[in-house]
């Protein structure tokens, strides 16, 4: 008998039937196409849920600011006044020189869940001073301008952003400024600006009530966007978006309709985006327009607290007509 050990055959694979694992190179590449198709399909959805996000959060804070503002109001029987340059606040008269400076967000603080910040500011010196803090041992309102909070920014611009135009920080930027009217930083057209003045030294804040609001306080503006320029123009310069400053200007005006014209305020970084001319020291004729990160349009506030988004295609003069609380222009709903 032959005995055969099977192990001493073979096995031999049909060369036919060979299994191949992994990709070939033409493979690779047409599923690397496929990903990249789907990725290029898929990113500006994302990009689009993403701000759609942002401007939602943004509104957001534009409703607490007018809630805030209704507050206010409801405990004082006025909105704040643009700024000070009394002590206490509203003893303004024609003095020339009072140091006693503080815009109208320090007047807002307490309404807007930061009554900590309210408390220490001391309304005997200016926004800059460093020296004397409003209470023992707390911080002095230099340190308190420079104090970001989530509020003051849209998270589709600079969250955090500081102006520091002088060289030294100038204050925290913001994202949301009042309506000055239609004109420069001396006007009355709004519901926040000067009812006097000839001189910079000698300006007087209005004094508006819901009353004053003959126009309806839902067709007068309350709030607008501003958006901030590039991260460079942080130094050496670019006032727009100052809220602290009470001739940056803290306050937004209707020259031009939503993310069109040029600024003019004491000091600008001009670009396309954003074209300014300074004013070289003219600072009651300051102005800056409406502006945002948002695609065609900016967040505003109306009077009677309703916040809604306003195209850039709007009218100039619905426009206008929106920023003025007495001009008894004939003026629908704006949102």
């Not at 985006?273 to 506030?301: E, L």
Request: include cysteine; charge should be positive.
């Amino acid at each position: 008998m032959i005995m055969f050990r099977c192990s001493n055959f073979q096995r031999v694979r049909d060369p036919a039937v060979v299994r191949r694992s992994g990709f070939t190179l033409v493979e690779l590449l047409v599923v690397i196409a496929i990903i990249g198709t789907l990725v290029g399909l898929l990113l500006p959805a994302i990009q689009a849920a993403r701000e759609s996000a942002r401007r939602s959060q943004c509104s957001n804070n534009l409703k607490q600011y007018g809630l805030a503002m209704q507050n206010h109001h409801d405990a004082k029987k006025l909105f704040p006044r643009i700024a000070t340059r009394g002590n206490p606040p509203g003893n303004e008269a024609n003095n020339v020189g009072v140091n006693a400076r503080a815009t109208w967000i320090v007047m807002l603080w307490p309404f807007i869940e930061e009554g900590k910040l309210g408390n220490s500011w001391n309304f005997a010196v200016n926004q800059q001073d460093s020296s004397s803090p409003g209470v023992a041992g707390g911080r002095t309102n230099w340190q308190l301008i420079n104090s970001p909070i989530p509020m003051y920014y849209c998270p589709s611009d600079r969250p955090n952003a500081i102006d520091q135009t002088t060289g030294n920080p100038y204050g925290c930027r913001s994202n949301y400024l009042v309506n000055s009217g239609t004109g420069a930083l001396l006007g009355t057209s709004g519901v926040f600006g000067w009812q006097s003045g000839t001189g910079w030294g000698d300006f007087i804040p209005m004094k508006v009530a819901a009353k004053d609001i003959t126009d309806g306080l839902s067709k007068t503006l309350l709030f607008a966007e501003v958006a901030f320029a590039e991260p460079e123009a942080d130094v050496p310069g670019d006032f727009r978006g100052t809220q602290f400053c009470d001739f940056a200007p803290p306050g937004v005006m209707t020259r031009s309709t939503p993310n069109a014209g040029t600024d003019y305020t004491a000091y600008c970084q001009s670009s396309a985006r954003m074209p300014c001319t300074s004013s070289n020291g003219s600072r009651p004729s300051g102005y800056q327009t409406a502006r945002s990160k948002h695609t065609a349009g900016v967040n505003a506030a109306t009077c009677d607290g309703a916040i809604g988004f306003i195209s850039d295609s709007i009218d100039l003069a619905v426009w206008q007509a929106l920023s003025t609380k007495a001009g008894g222009e004939v003026a629908g709903n704006p949102f």
